[in-house]
């Protein structure tokens, strides 16, 4: 479809597999707010992922069940509101199983093989060895089905869900092609820089995960962050004594600083320093310790989320509304989505009961096929 007519719509979606954590909020949660706010979009749409959480627990739906609230407390806490954003469950949204089932025989599985990052999950999943479930390993095209149900314009994602969008503009153009112009052709829109790309556990491990134990977690509470920073959080391994010239590059406390600190927080708490690359060269030189600048940090953590934990209790509180917002937005989505899949049967012609014009080509099928 012509893109400069298009309206702008945004798509993304989470998982719900577990709260939401720090590295959430840095990469995407915070930009989604800001887009949100920005009124630069038409509609924004975000999709709690539960079938494409099953992909991979199938044994364990109770988990998936359970993070449902959670992720929805997440979103709600850290500022997307529901008279601006569309919140929605995906296994409530039947047009998204049937535009899979569509999709699915306009790739090959060669090439999905090919996918980065199913490749990736594959190993990481052991699904090499235990065998791999179809429905996970097709789970590409269910997403292309998510994104393409809402006619999104812009998907913001990781750079990891990159393939992810890749497969999806292959198969609108696909689609497409065969079938005329039915489909938006989405683009990904990626975090801006490296720290927001991928903030690493506290531990320094490149990834937050919860079987680690390396994250902070939006709902975490102050005692627990504190025990996370002063605990656990790698620092510099040959910064031994306070004297001694500290490295920037690898340290958690300054990746964490570099994502969430503000100039202000330095008034604030360490008016010492105008910013942060004062408090870095002071650590570089030697002579400022690490229990300063975690000290800094835990300020800086708190200041950002605080608000964002006075707004989870309050919703917390309030878990009727919780549903009722789930509720709405998924029947709003549902519209929306069944509106797209009716234009792909349309278009597959394959829509025969939307009125009785099949049963005239279907006389003169017979017609012809007796002369
Ligand atoms: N695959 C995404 C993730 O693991 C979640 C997701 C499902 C998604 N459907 C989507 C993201 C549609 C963007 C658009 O994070």
Redesign the pocket.
């Known amino acids: 479809m012509e893109e400069k007519t298009q309206k702008q719509i945004i ?5 719900p597999t577990g709260r939401l954590h720090l590295g959430h909020y840095v990469g995407s949660l915070r930009r989604r707010v800001e887009l949100q706010n920005s009124g630069k979009f038409d509609e924004i749409n975000i ?1 709690i ?1 539960d079938d ?1 959480a099953l992909t991979d627990n199938v044994d364990n739906p109770g988990k998936i069940r359970d993070n449902i609230i959670q992720v929805a407390l997440d979103y709600l806490s850290v500022g997307l509101d529901p008279n601006k954003t569309t919140i929605c469950i995906q296994s409530a949204l039947p047009a998204l199983h049937a535009l899979t089932f569509y999709y699915l025989n306009l790739v090959t599985t060669a090439r999905l093989s090919r996918n980065p990052t199913v490749k990736a999950e594959i190993q990481m999943r052991g699904f090499a060895d235990e065998g791999l479930p179809a429905g996970f390993f097709t789970y590409p095209v269910s ?1 292309a089905a ?2 393409t149900a809402f006619d999104a314009t812009v ?1 913001p ?2 750079e990891d ?1 990159l393939p ?1 969008i890749e497969q999806t503009r292959e198969i609108v153009e696909k689609f497409n092609k065969i079938y005329g112009e039915t489909l938006v052709l989405p683009k990904a829109m990626i975090p801006e820089n490296e720290t927001q790309r991928r903030l690493p556990g506290v531990d320094g491990k490149a990834k937050m995960s919860k079987s680690l134990g390396n994250c902070i977690y939006l709902s975490d509470d102050a005692k627990t962050i504190k025990k996370q920073v002063n605990g656990k959080m790698f620092t510099d391994p040959l910064h031994l004594r306070i004297e001694d010239p500290g490295h920037i590059e690898g340290n958690v406390v300054f990746t964490y600083l570099d994502a969430l600190c503000t100039d202000e927080h330095f008034a604030e708490f360490a008016p010492e320093y105008a910013n942060l690359e004062e408090m870095k060269a002071h650590y570089q030189r030697g002579g400022l310790g690490d229990g300063v600048c975690k000290k800094f940090l835990i300020n800086v953590l708190e200041e950002t989320l605080s608000p964002i934990r006075a707004e989870r209790a309050k919703w917390e509180a309030d878990i009727d509304s919780v549903y009722d917002i789930l509720q709405a937005g998924t029947a709003k989505a549902v519209e929306k989505t069944n509106g797209t899949l009716a234009r792909v049967r349309s278009a597959m012609r394959i829509n025969y009961f939307d009125d009785r014009s099949i049963v005239k080509e279907w006389k003169k099928v017979l017609k012809e096929s007796k002369q």
């Open positions: 798509l993304t979606g989470d998982r999709l992922a494409q997403q998510d994104i998907v994602v990781g869900q992810m």
